[in-house]
């Protein structure tokens, strides 16, 4: 009895955010901001990806929003390097949810067509449950983690719209299994691009930036043909 009726309140809860993730999503639409859940691992490289990429853009202008569980470190990190970047503290809850990203939001202007950044909490686990209202799931992974974490983590490698296997650079030191971490992904999301890249070196980054811009840039034709609900 119990079992059910603590299933049935998580529902509802889930039910709940997946509403107003759906509002943040078709809010920003409307303004030509595609909206980038970037998840991992605590020290996977996160804001290390983030400002390597912004080196790339071109014509989106980048907005973050920093989610941690405590400190600005990362937010003030990026607001020296000229990046309009908003911070969440959770104070112990271990992902952001949609109602935190709405909240958030309203206190932002986005003067500029672009991309939203949201930088989930460092966690492989609870993120992957819950929608913040992203067009693009991006999970970051490494190479230093260790080849086997699609088979013990499967709901961030399954639900990821594109994956990052950073720390490419460390490679030499390792015994990075790369057959194994591309079958384990594979079998989880059949089609879902992934980029080696190194956040030391700075390489593979463009092709990642590439990408966004060209997901983007379906957005707002996707805007200009009025079709604003956009889930893919
Ligand atoms: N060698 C190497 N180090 C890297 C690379 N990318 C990031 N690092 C280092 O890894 C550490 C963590 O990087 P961050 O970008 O802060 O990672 P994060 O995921 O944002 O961390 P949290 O926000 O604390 O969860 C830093 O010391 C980075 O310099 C890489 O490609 N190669
Ligand atoms: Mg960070």
Redesign the pocket.
Known sequence: MHDIRKVNVMEGILDENDHIAKHVNEHLSTHGILVINEM??????????LKNIFKHLEGFKPYVIEG?IESDL?TQDLKGMGIDTYQINTYGACHLDAPMIDHTVDHMSFDQRGMLFI?N??NLVCPAEFSIGEHVMML?S?VTEGSDKPYKYPLAFEKADIIIL?????VPYLDFDEEFFMKGVRALNKDVPVFK?????GEGFEAVAAWLMERAGKLEIKEHGHHKHDHE
């Open positions: 991992g691992a605590p020290g996977v490289g996160k804001t290390t990806t941690d990362d930088e909490i460092g970051i490494t950073n720390k490419v650079d460390l890249v190194s956040g030391k070196t």
